[in-house]
C-alpha cells in the first residue's frame, strides 16, 4: 500500500476530475491520425476527431481526448496512463469541464495559461503535447483554458477547459 506523504498525484491524462462539471461528446476516431496518448487535444477534420498538430492555430481546437471508463488502451492488457488510445472507433471529446493532463514542459500554477506544441518537437515536447510555457512560434494558447494545480511528481496537473 502506498502512502502518500506530500500530495496525492493530480490524475491519469485525460480521466475527467470533476465528473459533475463534464459535457462529453462523443466523436469518431480517424485511423489515419492517431493519438499518442489520453490527454491530448484534437480538432475535427472531415468529420472526424484528430490530434491538433504541426501548423494548426489556436482555432482549430475542438476538445480534449478523455479516457472512456473502463477503457485502459487499445489492448487489454496495456496498464493505466501509459496507453495509447485506439485509432478507430468512437472517442470521448471533453467539450467543457476538468481534466487531467500531462505536462510536458514549463512549471503549471493556478489560473496558468495552458499551450499545446505545434512546431518543432523535441525530446520532451511532442507536437500535440500540452505545456505551461508559450515557445515563440512553436506553441498555440489554448482558448478557454487554464491550469488548476502544480503539475505533481509525474508532471500530471488539473486543467478547467471551457469553464
Not at 9 to 17: L, N, R, S
Not at 64 to 88: E, H, I, K, Q
Not at 120 to 147: H, L, Q, R, W, Y
Amino acid at each position: 500500500m502506498s502512502a502518500y506523504v506530500y500530495r496525492m498525484p493530480a490524475g491519469i491524462p485525460g480521466d475527467i476530475t470533476r465528473p459533475s462539471n463534464a459535457t462529453v461528446e462523443t466523436q469518431l476516431f480517424n485511423s489515419a491520425a492517431a493519438f499518442a496518448g489520453y490527454g491530448l487535444f484534437g480538432k475535427i477534420s472531415s468529420g472526424k476527431f484528430v490530434p491538433v498538430g504541426a501548423g494548426d492555430a489556436a482555432t482549430a481546437v475542438y476538445g480534449l481526448l478523455a479516457r472512456p471508463f473502463p477503457v485502459t488502451g487499445a489492448n487489454a492488457s496495456d496498464p493505466l496512463g501509459t496507453s495509447v488510445p485506439p485509432t478507430t472507433g468512437a472517442a470521448d471529446v471533453l467539450r467543457r469541464g476538468y481534466a487531467a493532463v500531462k505536462v510536458n514542459a514549463g512549471s503549471a500554477s493556478v489560473g496558468g495559461t495552458v499551450y499545446i506544441r505545434v512546431a518543432a518537437a523535441a525530446a520532451g515536447k511532442p507536437i500535440g503535447g500540452i505545456e505551461a510555457a508559450a515557445d515563440s512560434i512553436n506553441t498555440i494558447v489554448v482558448a478557454g483554458a487554464s491550469f488548476m494545480s502544480a503539475a505533481d511528481a509525474s508532471g500530471n496537473a488539473e486543467i478547467a477547459f471551457n469553464i
